[in-house]
């Protein structure tokens, strides 16, 4: 995501931390489980469990530190304007997150950026792996091009990848 939280959203964050902090992961993972898939996989336990496991891998540092990251994110939409290398944003049409409008509009403002909109929700590298698998795949042929094109203009080589606007800094 590149734009900062609102001041709103900080609020929430910043309360979240305090909450982990007294209780442990349980809250945070109770508050972002039923907005990360589609309605198609609501109900898939093997998801469900590898996320929740990812969760407890973090602990309750790592969950803070995220959210933190999150709440403290400056807006970086100057940056996407300039960026100089191919980009993709990868977005779930079910995302329950991350709008699909602000995810078109963070693609729009990237010079050699491409969408693509997958069905899935807000975990397109988990329910739609193969998908999100091609759409990388395509990035990198489209920086291979882009680097050809650039022999012998500069020296140094650049590559970019941005995967889906996400509030989890994907």
Same mark, same amino acid.
């Given at each position: 995501?590149?734009?900062? &939280?609102?001041?709103?959203?900080?609020?929430? =964050?910043?309360?979240?931390?305090?909450?982990?902090?007294?209780? #442990? %992961?349980?809250?945070?993972? +109770?508050?972002?489980?039923?907005?990360?898939?589609? &309605?198609?996989?609501?109900?898939?336990?093997?998801?469900?469990?590898?996320?929740?496991?990812?969760?407890?891998?973090? !602990?309750?540092? #790592?969950?803070?530190?995220?959210?933190?990251?999150?709440?403290?994110?400056?807006?970086?939409?100057?940056?996407?304007?300039?960026?100089?290398?191919?980009?993709?944003? %990868?977005? !779930?049409? +079910?995302?329950?997150?991350?709008?699909?409008?602000?995810?078109?509009?963070?693609?729009?403002? %990237?010079? &050699?950026? *491409?969408?693509? +909109?997958?069905?899935?929700?807000?975990?397109?590298?988990?329910?739609?792996?193969?998908?999100?698998?091609?759409?990388?795949?395509?990035?990198?042929? =489209?920086?291979?091009?882009?680097?050809?094109?650039?022999? !012998? *203009? =500069?020296?140094? *080589?650049?590559? !970019?990848?941005?995967?889906?606007?996400? +509030?989890? #800094?994907?």
């Amino acid at each position: 995501q590149a734009n900062a &939280d609102t001041p709103e959203t900080q609020t929430a =964050r910043r309360s979240m931390i305090e909450k982990v902090r007294r209780e #442990g %992961i349980n809250p945070a993972i +109770e508050a972002v489980l039923p907005k990360l898939f589609s &309605d198609a996989n609501q109900n898939n336990s093997d998801m469900k469990q590898y996320l929740i496991d990812g969760a407890q891998n973090a !602990g309750v540092a #790592g969950i803070c530190w995220a959210l933190e990251a999150m709440k403290l994110r400056p807006d970086r939409t100057s940056v996407l304007r300039t960026l100089p290398v191919p980009a993709a944003v %990868i977005h !779930g049409a +079910e995302d329950k997150i991350v709008p699909a409008e602000r995810a078109r509009q963070m693609s729009e403002l %990237i010079p &050699d950026s *491409k969408y693509f +909109e997958l069905a899935c929700g807000h975990v397109s590298p988990v329910e739609a792996p193969n998908d999100v698998a091609n759409a990388l795949l395509d990035l990198l042929q =489209r920086c291979a091009i882009s680097e050809q094109s650039k022999v !012998g *203009k =500069r020296s140094t *080589k650049e590559s !970019g990848i941005i995967i889906a606007p996400s +509030e989890f #800094g994907l």
